[in-house]
């Protein structure tokens, strides 16, 4: 089985970590990975952040603002010139002035703090914080470096066969019968199957699905690499020993799949992902109870597989020097505003379970993890409603536009209070065997789901220059942050 890195990537890693320390010493700097798969907020979250930072408001939990001890914050320019910037200021008026949500992140991208502020002792320091936006989809990539091109077309194909990803992938199913991998090289075959296996993959993160553990992850968010040999291969029936002929189709596809891993996959783990300090996972796990009892099996096998690929621990003078690693990582559940207050415990208590098998593993290494139920910017506001005389606890928000309950379809101006429903005291219950737990959209009408969470606009009224509406940003700032101002 090929090795994940190897001695040379090591080496480079190692470079370019003490070339980062010898920097560190004159200009204290700190690496923050900020990422989630596809919908999680990721964008929200570093915009909602940067602003935080800059514009203050109310930050209780987050001490260092709280106190006052915090002088200022501005932006500089970012540290990586082939790296895009994080395009902080668009984003921002998106939020603020449209009232829109900005797009998904699909590419790498970079923004540079510098933070001054005064130690509880007294004088001023300075605080450089490298934030780095990446799509979770491309951690998902990780494990493949481990793998051969047998071990992954078996994986991908156990999955495509099982439950309510099998009529989803019936297409591609359909073209992978009709394909020999004994046969001869054919680019128009090799490009037929990329294309089946992409829109397979693409089908299984509909709303009524929502799968999470989807790799490859640059097959949905293909950039500059579209339609290169290194998109162009799919999962085969191999034989039982997975060996592949010479000249033949699955040779073909065996040698960009490893192109895949060299190309795009171990850069990325070497040049940035072994570089951070720290890491937040932004976890969207409200679509999944939305979908149903496999969207949420399946979005705890994609975190625990995210958190494999994560080099944990406490660091040492030669680990900081030759082989960094990542010391805190918070889990959010995001988009908490589309709850009531009453259930945020319960979200991050499902938010627990979710990564119970990963942190208790990964606790073992010494890093500090935390979980979180936050809204980087809160959409919402609470209320109370009566149904049948009984008064319940609700939430007040323009649904987006396209959105329809009970016959209803929203424009994306109206203002509605709704009742979000109340999640189980006790989580175990969702994660009943054989998905007995609760229903979903994969399996029954929308109308007979048992959770029905919109999404929401962002609210009316807010502006650029004052602080953003949160629910427990602060918390995530005092734990990734705090520390390093104290």
């Known amino acids: 089985m090929p090795a994940r890195i190897t001695l040379l990537d090591e080496a480079r890693i190692g470079l370019r970590a003490l070339f980062d320390r010898v920097e560190d010493i004159a ?45 200022g914050a501005v932006l500089k320019p970012q540290p990586d010139d082939a790296v895009p910037r994080f395009p902080y200021e668009d984003h921002l008026a998106q939020i603020v002035e449209a009232r829109l949500w900005p797009s998904s992140t699909t590419r790498i991208s970079e923004l540079r703090l510098e933070i ?23 951690l998902l990539d990780l494990p493949l470096l481990d793998m051969s091109y047998a071990d992954f077309c ?6 495509a066969r099982e439950g309510v990803r099998a009529p989803l992938a019936a297409p591609f199913l359909g073209a992978l019968a009709a394909a020999s991998p004994s046969g001869p090289e054919d680019e128009t075959r090799a490009r037929a199957l990329a294309a089946a296996f992409t829109q397979y993959l693409a089908a299984c993160r509909s709303e009524r699905v929502a799968m999470s553990l989807l ?97 944990l621990g406490r660091n040492s003078i030669v680990s900081t020097l030759f082989r960094p690693r990542i ?14 207050h009453t259930s945020h415990d319960r ?21 500090l993890f935390d979980v979180a139920a936050l809204s980087a910017v809160r959409a919402t506001r609470e209320a109370t409603m009566t149904r049948n005389g009984e008064v319940l ?22 203002e509605v209070g709704v009742f979000p429903g109340d999640l189980p005291a006790v989580p175990d219950a969702l994660f009943a065997p054989g998905g007995a737990g609760f229903r979903g ?20 009224g807010i502006g650029a220059g004052a602080p953003l509406p949160h629910i427990r940003l602060d918390r995530a700032l005092q734990f990734l942050l705090g520390d390093r101002l104290a």
Not at 116 to 138: H, I, N, S
Not at 154 to 159: D, E, F, H, Q
């Open 27 to 71: 200009a204290p700097t700190l690496r923050l990975g900020v990422t989630g798969l596809s919908r999680s907020g990721k964008t929200v979250f570093t915009t909602a952040l940067i602003h935080a930072l800059i514009r203050g408001g109310r930050l209780p939990v987050f001490e260092a603002a709280n106190s006052g001890r915090i002088a």
């Open 116 to 138: 001054r502020y005064a130690p509880p002792r007294g004088g001023e320091r300075t605080l450089t914080l490298d934030l780095v936006d990446y799509p979770g989809e491309w």
């Open 154 to 159: 078996r994986t991908s194909l156990t999955l």
């Open 215 to 311: 790799p490859p992850g640059r097959f949905l968010m293909p950039g500059d690499l579209e339609g290169s040999p290194a998109l162009t291969f799919a999962p085969l029936d191999l034989p039982s020993d997975g060996k592949t002929r010479p000249g033949s189709l699955a040779a073909m596809m065996e040698r960009r799949f490893e192109a895949y891993k060299s190309a795009v996959v171990r850069p990325f783990f070497r040049e940035h992902f072994a570089r951070l300090d720290r890491q937040i996972v932004l976890v969207d796990a409200l679509s999944a109870l939305n979908a149903g009892p496999a969207a949420l099996a399946d979005l705890e096998r994609a975190l625990d597989s995210i958190l494999t690929a994560f080099r």
């Open 327 to 340: 010391e805190r990582v918070l889990f959010a559940a995001t988009k908490a505003d589309h709850l009531h």
């Open 347 to 367: 979200l991050e208590a499902i938010l627990q379970k979710l990564v119970e098998r990963a942190l208790a593993r990964a606790k073992a290494e010494g890093a």
């Open 393 to 414: 606890p609700a939430i007040v928000g323009t649904p987006e536009a396209g959105q329809e309950v009970a016959g209803h379809t929203f424009d994306g101006d109206e």
């Open 441 to 460: 959209l994969s399996s029954t009408d929308g109308a007979d789901t048992d959770f029905r969470f919109l999404r929401f606009r962002p609210p009316a």
